[in-house]
């Protein structure tokens, strides 16, 4: 099992509709956990990090965390095409890593 | 800086030829980190400083890579007898510090081509 796993899409999400990306992980002892967008040709900006269970809203997004499941999500709610990017989810594991996962491509139809 | 500053932007080399690469992490960052991004791949971890010191070098994909750090700040990546599965972008990374809740902030990374 890979320790961060996301579905590499496309996901493809009418525009102003909610783009839901999801992300799980292994090592249960996780506790910091990261999303981050990237467009093509340019590196990783940082959108949110969530460490505690439950919801955690900055504008347009919202990060999910449940621990007991061993998943995050993020909500984006309104796209936009610029919002069109791929997404990768970043754990700190219990060894203090960062481990990210391959990512997900989000195509927001305009 | 304002931000993370990688350089060169852009290296196109030979294949065997050494290749050094540096990263000027933000200020008062104690936490710096190199990671390896292949064509539509994910992030690769390869090493991480916190200061001077590199407690953690397992993600170094051969003895051909190295990283230093001097003065708490700039570090270099040095691969030698570079091959051409070494081509990819390499991305730095930077962090207050080793916190839990401490996001990387990235540098633009060095596009590495290998002929």
């Known amino acids: 099992q890979k320790e961060v796993e996301q579905n590499s899409g496309p996901l493809s999400v009418p525009e102003g509709a909610i783009a839901s990306l999801n992300c799980t992980y292994s090592?249960?002892?996780?506790?910091?956990f990261f999303w981050y967008r990237q467009y093509s040709g340019k590196s990783p900006e940082l959108i949110m990090f969530?460490?505690?269970?439950g919801d955690k809203e900055d504008g347009r997004f919202t990060a999910q965390l449940n621990k007991a499941s061993q998943y995050v999500s993020l909500l984006i709610r309104d796209s936009q095409p610029s919002d069109s990017a791929t997404y990768l989810c970043a754990v700190r594991n219990r060894d203090d890593k960062i481990i990210f996962g391959k990512g997900t491509r989000l195509h927001i139809l305009p | 800086g304002a931000g993370v500053s990688q350089s060169p932007s852009n290296k196109v080399t030979e294949k065997g030829k050494d290749v050094e690469l540096r990263c000027d992490p933000i200020s008062g960052h104690t936490a710096l980190y190199w990671y390896r991004q292949s064509l539509g791949q994910g992030l690769e971890f390869l090493i991480y400083?916190?200061?001077?010191?590199?407690?953690?070098k397992s993600g170094l994909p051969s003895d051909r890579f190295s990283a230093e750090r001097t003065g708490g700040s700039v570090s270099t990546l040095t691969i030698q007898r570079t091959q051409q599965e070494d081509s990819a972008v390499y991305l730095c990374?930077?962090?207050?510090?080793?916190?839990?809740?401490?996001?990387?902030?990235f540098g633009d990374g060095t596009r590495l081509s290998i002929l």
């Open positions: 400083f916190q200061g001077n010191s590199a407690p953690d």
């Open positions: 969530i460490y505690s269970n």
């Open positions: 990374a930077s962090s207050r510090d080793r916190g839990s809740n401490q996001p990387q902030h």
């Open positions: 090592d249960r002892g996780s506790q910091s």
